[in-house]
């Protein structure tokens, strides 16, 4: 970690921070993370209300400590900062992100991990195996029917937002109301000065969400049953079990983290693949290099870009001085591009190892839902290149429409033609 004794003051680099709101950083936010990394590693950024950190041992050694950089209140620090009429009528809001997996340190966190994870076991993601399989078959036979389809829209969507609905046991035709609630759920985060719109619109989506999953939990109680849900109501460790209120919190955590992140791994993959013949070339001549090439797709295009803390005591850190309850970002797509943990960083390589890249955190909070993208995502890319050996980018002079965040990296659409032209 970068730790000195030479404290300064906060240098604001008002010129670089406006570059963390440019347009250009949308489009490609490397070369602004690595002006980062040279010159303002650990960074207080005006622009996001809190510290951020871009070097790669940084966000390894502070995801590690979880006593020095917590997550409880981590979600509600940034709601503090909203103007006080709005704070007033934000209480769900705010009591959502009290309890529940995110929101937590230990005792509570370990807790309730260990309760989830009597639930979520590996058992219930491999019996996924076959329904992904058939779900993706199902979406590529329509989406390769056409001249073209949007990779994002009609497959990378789809595929993630239906195994999610069906591990709840909700209908699929649900999934574009989960969609649409996971996005204003999300739309508020990532930022230490959320807009008060964007707070509220999450607000009103998670009351709705909660009410229907509240729906949900209430029928699998009066009908046990073995799919997800089932198996969080009925989850027992050590005579504990998960309260009415913490069962719904997390539900709508895996509903929302289950989501679009994996939407994103799938269409950025597919984008890197699309765009990168010779990596493509390589993975189809040899299709064991899957896992090793997805998790090359997480390190050079993560999905999710950075994750809150709130600095629980006072510290130095890379000759920055943080005080206790300062918020503080860990730039997951900066750290996975620093050149001092990968070499060549920016070179898309599917062969890479190792690969120690931060897609998925690190240390207690350390993505629950990893094993179940890493079963998706392969399926789904393995599959759509067996079955459209000639799909080609439909556009390939146009840029791609990046999704305006620096939170979630992911395409908002990918035309794509199955033949090649
Ligand atoms: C490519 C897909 C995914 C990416 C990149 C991703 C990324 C992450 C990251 C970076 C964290 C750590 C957050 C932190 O430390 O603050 C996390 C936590 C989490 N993820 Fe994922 N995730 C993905 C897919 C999923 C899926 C499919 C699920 C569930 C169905 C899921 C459920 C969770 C949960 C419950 C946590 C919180 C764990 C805790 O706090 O103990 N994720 N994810």
Not at 32 to 49: D, K, L, T
Not at 172 to 188: A, M, Q
Not at 309 to 317: G, I
Request: net charge negative.
């Amino acid at each position: 970690m970068t730790t000195t004794s030479a404290t300064v003051a906060p240098a604001s680099r008002p010129d670089l921070d406006a570059l963390l709101r440019s347009d250009a950083f949308v489009a490609d936010p490397y070369p602004i993370y690595a002006r980062f990394r040279e010159s303002a590693p650990v960074h207080f950024s005006e622009a996001n209300g809190g510290w951020m950190l871009f070097r790669h041992d940084d966000v390894h050694a502070t995801l590690r400590d979880h006593a020095r950089f917590s997550s409880r209140g981590r979600f509600s620090a940034a709601l503090q900062r909203i103007d006080p009429g709005v704070r007033s009528r934000i209480g769900p809001l705010t009591d959502h992100f009290t309890v529940g997996l995110l929101a937590n340190d230990p005792p509570d966190h370990t807790r309730l991990r260990l309760l989830v994870n009597r639930a979520f076991t590996p058992r219930v993601v491999e019996q996924m195996r076959p329904r992904i399989h058939a779900i993706v078959d199902g979406l590529l036979d329509e989406a390769l029917a056409g001249e073209t389809f949007d990779l994002i829209g009609d497959f990378a969507y789809p595929l993630p937002a239906t195994v999610i609905a069906e591990l709840f046991g909700a209908p699929v035709s649900e999934r574009d109301r989960f969609k649409r609630w996971s996005n204003h759920i999300l739309g508020f985060q990532g930022t230490g000065n959320p807009s008060a719109e964007s707070v509220l619109r999450a607000q009103d989506s998670l009351l709705e969400m909660r009410a229907f999953l509240q729906e949900l939990a209430d029928h699998r109680r009066a009908h046990p049953g073995d799919d997800l849900l089932g198996l969080l109501v009925a989850a027992e460790a050590e005579g504990d079990r998960l309260t009415d209120q913490e069962l719904l919190t997390v539900c709508v955590t895996l509903l929302t983290a289950g989501h679009e992140t994996t939407t994103n791994l799938i269409g950025n993959g597919m984008w890197l693949l699309l765009t990168h013949p010779g990596q493509r070339a390589r993975l189809v001549a040899d299709p064991g290099l899957m896992p090793s090439a997805v998790e090359e797709m997480l390190r050079l295009e993560s999905p999710l870009q950075r994750n809150p803390r709130r600095a629980a005591v006072d510290m130095e850190l890379g000759g920055q001085h943080l005080r206790a309850g300062d918020y503080v970002m860990q730039v997951l797509g900066s750290a996975n591009h620093d050149p001092d943990a990968f070499p060549d960083p920016e070179r898309f390589d599917i062969g890479r190892t190792p690969n120690r890249h931060m897609a998925f955190g690190g240390g207690i909070h350390f993505c629950l839902g990893a094993p179940l993208a890493r079963l998706e995502a392969p399926i789904a890319i393995g599959e759509l290149l067996r079955r459209a050996p000639g799909l080609a980018l439909a556009e390939p002079d146009a840029p791609p429409r990046w999704i305006p965040s620096g939170l979630l990296r992911g395409m908002e659409s990918l035309p794509v033609s199955p033949a090649a032209g």
